[in-house]
Each structure stands twice: as C-alpha cells, then as structure tokens.
C-alpha cells in the first residue's frame, strides 16, 4: 500500500468524491484494488467541427483558432469537382503551425483542360497545434475555373482551469 502524503491531492479526491468528511473516511492509502485517479491540470476539451464551399479562383476562411485557448486538429478533408474548362489550378487547405509557419496541409493539383473529381481526407493521430487567432482557409488558384471545392476540418480547443 502506498500513503498519500500530499494534502492537495487528499483535498482533492474529498471535492472530487464530495465526500462529508464528518461522516465518511477520506481515503489517504491506495491498494491494488481501489486507485485514485485525477486529472490535475482540470483539462476541459471542446470538439469542433467546420466546412466551407470555395468557387473558382478565391479564398475562404473555413475557421479561426480562438484567441484565448489552443487549437488542436486531428482530421481534414479537401474535395472537388471542377469542369474541363478549369486551367493551372491547385486546390489548398492552408493552416497555420503554432510556429507560425504556414503549411498546405492537404493539396490537389489538377489536370489542365479535364473534368475532375478528388478528395483527400488526412487523420491525425498525434493532434496538430494550429496558431492562436489564425484561418484555417482553402485557396483555389487558377486562371479559368468552373470548379466547387470543399473543406472540412474537426479538431478541438483545451483550456486549464
């Protein structure tokens, strides 16, 4: 059995178990078979999830990192559909490293005088930090367009208590 020394920790599990201490033992000894486990840094997680529709040559920010929390995605996914019309283009969903550096996290060139459809869909299992309070936007480049592309990203903020 290992004693729990630190007092935070054992006021801790009494507000986190909203035990009466009048009336009930606070437990300050774990065993193999009962084990507290807490989060000290009290992490609270919101998901978000965000799409947006780009026509022809233009960019559209598709979402902006908060301000005051961070940011983190974890998937992404860029289609289009574009006409035999369409010439030079690329396709970009441009984000914002928490460096500062700005990178074409997915991209989708094109085919010159082709109809076309694509779509990329990117997972992150080690969640990517974006920058606080920057776009996340997709950017169509092309000198004649007839195309739609969308964009998709989910991610989530934590903030410490």
Same mark, same amino acid.
Request: hydrophobic share 40%; with cysteine.
């Given at each position: ?43 609270? /997680? ?24 961070? /940011? ?51 997972? /992150? ?9 920057? =776009? ?18 989910? =991610? /989530? ?5």
């Amino acid at each position: 059995m290992a004693k729990i020394e630190s007092e935070r920790v054992v006021k801790e599990i009494i507000e986190g178990l909203s035990l009466s201490t009048g009336r009930e033992s606070v437990p300050t000894e774990t065993n193999d078979k009962v084990q507290v486990v807490f989060d000290p840094q009290h992490r609270k /997680f919101c998901n978000i999830g965000a799409t947006v529709d780009a026509s022809n040559a233009t960019s559209v920010t598709l979402f902006t990192t908060p301000s005051d929390r961070d /940011f983190y995605l974890v998937s992404a996914n860029l289609s289009l559909i574009k006409d035999a019309s369409s010439t030079s283009l690329i396709s970009a969903l441009v984000i914002t490293m928490d460096d500062g550096s700005t990178v074409n996290i997915i991209r989708i060139p094109t085919f010159t005088t082709t109809a076309q459809t694509a779509s990329i869909n990117a997972t /992150f299992p080690i969640p990517i930090k974006l920058a606080r309070n920057t =776009g996340v936007s997709i950017t169509n480049s092309t000198a004649i367009a007839n195309i739609k592309t969308t964009g998709t990203i989910v =991610g /989530f903020t934590e903030e410490t208590a």
